[in-house]
């Protein structure tokens, strides 16, 4: 357990300027990056810049469909997650509109292909898919949105999965594939649940979300990961902590 504190220490201290870089230009914004209102044809003024993330925004605002969160969410996970792990099939688990599986391929085209899957799929996210499609033709026959079970999916050993805002006990079902398949996985938990989620014995002394997180990532280095733990600006999101993780045996 020492050493996997002094390692999420070492990794949060490799990210700290991006993070409060990111916490800064939030800030600065006349609007609240965290409201669940769906963005609409009338928030396209808010991003007029020539930044693939306005690009991104603008064509979800044409879109309609998804909340103004969801938008800041993915693109801050994306943006961390290629920093550490480049290249390999995504896998977006509990995807909703699967636009983190999009902007993990924009971000880095050596991925071939992503799965995008969800046991219910909004009616939206294809509406989604091909508006983006549209802006970037080369992410054409790339991405495949699948309504089914994340159990459901075959695992390869160089594969990214990623799951933004795995409610509850999803986060450790997703790590629970990971591990089984030896691969990357990038996780923000959230809805922890004291009485259903591992605590680690550590409730007594930390906030019991936060002793399942720790409880978590010490189980992915027991199981042989390097962990790197982050987190997106919490002006998003309280429960904003990022847990990566990769094979040992990848370095």
Do not use: Y
């Not at 982050?230 to 902590?241: D, G, L, S, V």
């Amino acid at each position: 357990m020492a050493d996997f504190f002094a390692t999420a220490k070492r990794s949060l201290g490799d990210d700290n300027a991006a993070n409060r870089g990111s916490d800064a230009t939030l800030a600065r914004m006349p609007f609240d990056p965290g409201n669940r209102s769906k963005l609409t044809r009338r928030d396209l003024g808010r991003f007029g810049e020539d930044t693939l993330f306005h690009r991104i925004a603008r064509e979800v605002c044409e879109c309609e469909c998804l909340a103004r969160k969801e938008l800041f969410e993915a693109w801050e996970v994306a943006r961390r997650t290629r920093r550490r792990f480049r290249g390999g099939r995504v896998i977006d688990l509990a995807c909703g509109h699967g636009l983190l599986a999009h902007i993990l391929l924009l971000l880095d085209d050596s991925s071939p292909s992503a799965l995008a899957i969800d046991a219910r799929l909004p009616q939206s996210a294809r509406r989604l898919h091909e508006r983006l499609v549209g802006a970037w033709p080369r992410l054409g026959g790339r991405i495949e949105l699948v309504q089914a079970e994340i159990s459901s999916v075959t695992l390869d050993h160089g594969d990214l999965l990623v799951s933004c805002h795995a409610c509850g006990s999803l986060t450790d079902a997703v790590l629970n594939r990971a591990i089984a398949a030896d691969a990357r996985v990038a996780v923000l938990p959230c809805c922890h649940d004291a009485l259903a989620n591992d605590q680690g014995g550590l409730g007594g002394w930390i906030d019991p979300a936060l002793a399942i997180d720790v409880t978590r990532a010490a189980r992915l280095r027991e199981h042989g990961f390097n962990v790197h733990t982050q987190t997106i600006p919490a002006a998003i999101t309280p429960k904003n902590r990022l847990l990566l993780a990769e094979p040992a045996s990848n370095r």
